[in-house]
């Protein structure tokens, strides 16, 4: 059974950083393109940031772009997120996803496997 498990979530202040990660029981985790969503109350999930099985390549939704990084480290099976500058529109549970699609990866519905959350609140 596939499990993605995010970790790093928590309160934190306006400017300030956290680091998201996600260990993944994929056995072939370098084959799979990843992602990062979040869902805020009352909204849909929405993208955040992809990276490519090989971590060329990298997207990122306009607003968390030149603020948020994401990377992967296949040796580990463990995605990352790093987050800085953050804002109280940040504010999110956080889940990271795999697909085994190399393209279009901002679309939610191409996902196969998603972890169940982390959640992360910006306080003023």
């Known amino acids: 059974q596939v499990q993605l498990v995010e970790s790093g979530g928590g309160l934190v202040q306006a400017g300030g950083s956290l680091r998201l990660s996600c260990a993944a029981s994929?056995?072939?985790?370098?084959?799979?393109?990843m992602g990062w969503f979040r869902q805020a109350p009352g909204k849909e999930r929405q993208f955040v940031a992809a990276?490519?099985?090989?971590?060329?390549?990298?997207d990122y939704a306009h607003s968390v772009q030149g603020r948020f990084t994401i990377s992967r480290d296949n040796a580990k099976r463990t995605l990352y997120l790093q987050m800085n500058s953050l804002t109280l529109e940040d504010t999110a549970v956080y889940y990271c996803?795999?697909?085994?699609?190399?393209?279009?990866?901002?679309?939610?519905?191409?996902?196969?496997?998603w972890g169940q959350g982390t959640q992360v609140t910006v306080s003023s």
């Open positions: 994929l056995r072939t985790f370098g084959s799979w393109s």
């Open positions: 996803a795999a697909t085994a699609s190399s393209s279009r990866l901002q679309l939610r519905s191409g996902y196969n496997f």
């Open positions: 990276i490519s099985y090989i971590g060329v390549a990298t």
